[in-house]
């Protein structure tokens, strides 16, 4: 062990340059994300800012307990479960199928002024996102509604109806985040040999059958990669998008645990029962990951680790 602890040192030195580049990317994984897991220990205490971390006294699942007794327990999760699925469902094929559809682009022009029009919306912050998804939802200015009284409907109070939030929040998901997950899929397609194509449009394939036995089985390990990586984040609905369309009339739809946590943790100073809810979450994400990681493995061959 110290001949192997030797040997590492002196590949450090010998490579010092590569390892400073690491060097902050190391120290930001070490201060914002397992130095602040010092604080998990709360979920365990009624912590007492006065008393510290340290002083503050335990009470092991108590806050657990009191999170899988709450009313709230089956809405969160049921409202959280459901938004994800529904974005996983829909979200997830629809780069996939811009990225087959752009990949068949043969004019350049047309094909960068496709990918500029759907990148773009990547960019736009939350904030503006939402406030455009309230302007053309407006029941009294909105578009939408004024298309409604032009084919003689009566106007809707999108935001307002539980019904509608979810539909809303996916959608705009959608619409803000194709073209930005289509890279990733255009790339894997770019490795694609081009002999092969040529090979199976000698042999009479199609267009379809190409796309279908060439280019499909090429961007598969990719695909599968990314699905486990969704997989992992699925009990993890964005906050900031959900809390700016929140209001009370469309409670019963989009409370999820990020929104639950906020509401209990910082307006509340319920920093225990908060923090123990939090953790419930990661560790549901983690167990997923580790179950879809593992089914990938054994029927796929491809998997994460």
């Known amino acids: 062990m110290a001949g192997f602890g030797k040997n590492v040192i002196k590949r450090i030195i010998k490579d010092y340059e590569l390892y400073l ?17 010092y604080g998990v220990q709360i979920a365990f205490k009624d912590f007492n800012g006065a008393l510290g971390f340290a002083g503050s006294p335990w009470v092991g699942f108590k806050h657990f307990r009191n999170f899988f007794d709450s009313y709230f327990f089956w809405v969160i999760i049921r409202n959280t479960v459901y938004l994800s699925l529904y974005s996983l469902i829909v979200g997830f094929p629809l780069p996939i199928v811009l990225s087959l559809m752009l990949n068949e682009v043969k004019n350049l022009k047309y094909k960068k002024l496709v990918q500029t ?3 773009a919306p990547h960019f736009i912050s939350t904030v503006v996102l939402v406030g455009i998804v309230l302007i053309l939802l407006s029941p009294s200015t909105g578009i939408v509604n004024h298309i409604l009284r032009a084919i003689g409907l009566e106007p809707v109070y999108f935001m307002t109806k539980a019904a509608y939030f979810r539909h809303i929040y996916v959608w705009s998901d959608i619409w ?9 899929y255009l790339a894997a397609l770019s490795s694609v040999d081009m002999e092969q194509h040529e090979a199976a449009t000698i042999d009479g394939a199609s267009r ?14 990719t ?17 900031e998008k959900v809390f700016l369309m929140q209001n009370e009339l469309n409670k019963d739809t989009s409370e999820v645990i990020s929104t639950y946590v906020y509401q209990r943790g910082l307006i509340r100073a319920d920093f225990s029962f908060s923090s123990a809810v939090g ?3 990661n560790v549901i994400n983690f167990i997923l990951l580790n179950i879809v990681n593992q089914i990938s493995r054994r029927v796929g061959e491809t998997s994460l680790f």
């Open 208 to 221: 379809l059958q190409r796309i279908w036995h060439i280019n499909i089985p090429a961007i598969t390990p």
């Open 176 to 184: 803000q985040n194709i073209g930005w997950g289509s890279i990733i």
């Open 223 to 239: 695909i599968i990669i990314m699905f486990i990586l969704r997989t992992g984040q699925i009990m993890n609905v964005g906050f």
């Open 279 to 281: 953790l419930f979450n």
């Open 21 to 37: 580049f690491l060097l902050p990317t190391l120290v930001y994984f070490a201060v914002f994300l397992y130095g602040p897991m």
């Open 117 to 119: 029009i759907t990148y």
